[in-house]
C-alpha cells in the first residue's frame, strides 16, 4: 500500500511575508539577529510522509508582527483576541508572551516591555522566550499597530493548516486499525474535521446603524411591491398569506401523527417549489428511497392514483398524463438523498456542496427522529435530537434558507378525546419547540371519524409562529388521488418575484 503523503508548504512556499493569500503588506520585518531556530517552537505530532527540509505550515513575520502590534499600542490586543488563542501560535515563544499580554489585559494593567518582562518572569518563562532583549526586540519588528488583526488572521489561518495536518496524521493511523465499526471511525473524522471548521474566524458584531440601513431598503422593497410573497411559497394560498412565504433562515417543523399526510404535504410543496416556481430544492429522505419519492411526485403530478401505478391496473389515458408529468418532473431541480440515519454533519456537508454548485431555495427533511446525532449525544435519545434540532436551525441560518423537517409525535395525543395536536405532543424533546421558527401539526379529522362532515378536509395548525400569527390552514384533501390543494378556489392571485402561481399541491397515496 502507497504511503499517504502529506504534502505541507515550507516557509519558502508562502509569500515573502508568510500570507498564503500572497497580498502585501506595508512592510517586512527584520529579525535583528533572532532566527526561527533560537526560540522552542510548538512540535505537533506530524504522520505523514514529509520531504527532508519540510516544516509545518507558519509565519514568523506575522507572529512577531501581532505581538509587537500590541507593545505598540494596547488596544490591538481586543481585536487579536477575537481571532487568536495562546496555542494558535508556533513557536512556544510567542504562546508565552501572548498569554502574558492576555494576563496583563484582565488585570487592567498596561502592557509593555517592563511590564511584559516582570509577567514573565513571575511565571519562569523570561529565559524560555530570549529574555528581555527579545521582548524589546519586538516593538521594532512592527512599525503600526494598524493591521494587527489581519496579522492575526494569518497566524490563525497557519494554525488551522497545522490542526488539519495532525489530523490527517491520526486518521491515517486510525484507518490502517481495522478494528472498530467504520461508521463510527467515518463520524469522529466528521466530527473532527467540523471541529476545525468552526474554530474559523466568524463574522463579529456589527452597529445597529449599518444594519438599520439594510433594514428601511428591506422595507422600502417590500412598500413597492405590495402583493408579493417575500419568501418561498408553499403554494397554498392561505398558507402562503399567514406566512408571506417561508422566509430565509426559518426552521419549520411539519408534525403529525402516522397516516395524516407529513410526507405528502411536505412533497406537494416540494413539488410546487421545484415544478411551478422552477427553483431548486434538496430533500433528505430516511424513510422512503429515492425511487418511492419520485414515483410520488410522478403520481401527484399526473393526478394519477399512485395504487393503480403499483398494482399496474392503469387506465389508456393514465400513460400520457405519467409521459407528461415525467417530462416536467426531469427538468425539475429536485435533488433526493436517501442516505439511511444520516449524521447531522453528513447532512450539513452535502446540503453545503450543494448549495455552493447553485444556490438551493429550500431543504426537506423527512424525517428528523431518523437521523443521527453525534457519538457523544447518541447516548441520551432527547439530548441527541436536541443537537439533531439545534444543527438543522444551524443549517437553516448559514445557508440563508428555509428548512422544512418532518416530526413525529409521541402518543399521548390518542388518549384525548380532541384528537388535534398541541405542541407538548412533539415526541422526544422540548428543544425542536425551542428551535423552530415555525411549528405546524397536519390532522385530518376523517382518520379518527370516518362520517365526519369534514371529510376530504385537512388542517393544518400552526401552533407557533416567531414572526407572525398562528392559527388553521384549512386544505382540500382528495383521497382518490391522495391530492392536497386549495380548499377554495382564490379569486386575487398573488405574485412571487413577479410570477404568477399556479394552483398549489399534488400528492400520492400512502400518507405518512
Known amino acids: 500500500m502507497k504511503r499517504t503523503n502529506l504534502s505541507l508548504q515550507s516557509e519558502n512556499g508562502q509569500s515573502e511575508n508568510g500570507d498564503p493569500r500572497g497580498e502585501p503588506q506595508s512592510s517586512a520585518v527584520d529579525r535583528g539577529g533572532f532566527s526561527e531556530g533560537s526560540f522552542p517552537a510548538r512540535q505537533p505530532r506530524f504522520d505523514g510522509d514529509f520531504s527532508a527540509g519540510r516544516v509545518p505550515p507558519h509565519s514568523m513575520d ?286 450539513r456537508a452535502k446540503a453545503r456542496r450543494l448549495h455552493k454548485e447553485s444556490p438551493l431555495s429550500m431543504i426537506v427533511v423527512d424525517y428528523l427522529q431518523l437521523m443521527r446525532g453525534s457519538e457523544r449525544a447518541s447516548e441520551r435519545r432527547e439530548q441527541e435530537i436536541s443537537e439533531i434540532s439545534a444543527s438543522l436551525k444551524a443549517i437553516a441560518k448559514e445557508l440563508h434558507i428555509p428548512v422544512i423537517a418532518l416530526s413525529q409525535l409521541n402518543r399521548a395525543v390518542e388518549t384525548r378525546q380532541d384528537k388535534r395536536p398541541v405542541m407538548a405532543d412533539l415526541r422526544e424533546s422540548g428543544a425542536i419547540e425551542q428551535d423552530a421558527d415555525i411549528i405546524g401539526f397536519v390532522y385530518r379529522d376523517e382518520v379518527y371519524h370516518p362520517d365526519t362532515p369534514d371529510k376530504g378536509v385537512a388542517e393544518f395548525i400552526i401552533a407557533k409562529h416567531r414572526n407572525g400569527p398562528v392559527g388553521t390552514v384549512r386544505l382540500s384533501f382528495q383521497g382518490e388521488f391522495t391530492l392536497f390543494e386549495n380548499l377554495a378556489e382564490q379569486t386575487d392571485e398573488y405574485d412571487y418575484l413577479g410570477q404568477d402561481l399556479p394552483l398549489g399541491a399534488d400528492e400520492d397515496d400512502d400518507l405518512l
Request: aromatic share 6%; with cysteine; glycine share 6%.
Open 62 to 347: 506575522s507572529e512577531q508582527a501581532v505581538l509587537g502590534g500590541v507593545l505598540l499600542d494596547n488596544e490591538a490586543l481586543n481585536p487579536a483576541m477575537e481571532v487568536l488563542r495562546g496555542n494558535d501560535f508556533y513557536k512556544k515563544a510567542h504562546e508565552y508572551i501572548w498569554d502574558a499580554m492576555v494576563s496583563l489585559a484582565d488585570r487592567h494593567e498596561p502592557i509593555d516591555v517592563v511590564t511584559l518582562t516582570a509577567e514573565l518572569s513571575s511565571t519562569n518563562q523570561l529565559d524560555a522566550v530570549g529574555g528581555v532583549e527579545y521582548v524589546s526586540y519586538l516593538i521594532d519588528a512592527v512599525p503600526t499597530a494598524a493591521n494587527t488583526q489581519y496579522y492575526a488572521r494569518i497566524v490563525k489561518e497557519m494554525s488551522l493548516r497545522r490542526r488539519l495536518i495532525h489530523e490527517a496524521g491520526e486518521i491515517v493511523e486510525e484507518a490502517m486499525n481495522t478494528r472498530g465499526h467504520i461508521d463510527a471511525f467515518i463520524d469522529s473524522v466528521e466530527r473532527r474535521v467540523f471541529q476545525i471548521s468552526e474554530s474559523r474566524v466568524n463574522q463579529s458584531f456589527a452597529r445597529v446603524g449599518e444594519v438599520v440601513k439594510d433594514s428601511i431598503k428591506h422595507v422600502e422593497h417590500l412598500y413597492m411591491n405590495k402583493g408579493q410573497l417575500t419568501g418561498i411559497p408553499s403554494g397554498f394560498y392561505d398558507l402562503d398569506d399567514m406566512t408571506s412565504g417561508f422566509q430565509a433562515s426559518d426552521f419549520i417543523i411539519v408534525a403529525g401523527r402516522p397516516s395524516m399526510g407529513k410526507t405528502a404535504l411536505a412533497l406537494s410543496i416540494v413539488r410546487h417549489i421545484g415544478v411551478d416556481c422552477t427553483k431548486r430544492v434538496a430533500v433528505f429522505s430516511l424513510e422512503m428511497s429515492k425511487e418511492q419519492i419520485t414515483l410520488r411526485l410522478l403520481c401527484s403530478e399526473a393526478r394519477v392514483s399512485n395504487s393503480l401505478v403499483r398494482s399496474g391496473n392503469l387506465g389508456e389515458s393514465d400513460f400520457p398524463k405519467l409521459v407528461e408529468a415525467a417530462s416536467k418532473i426531469a427538468q425539475a431541480d429536485i435533488f433526493i438523498d436517501d442516505t439511511p440515519a444520516i449524521s447531522v454533519l453528513e447532512m
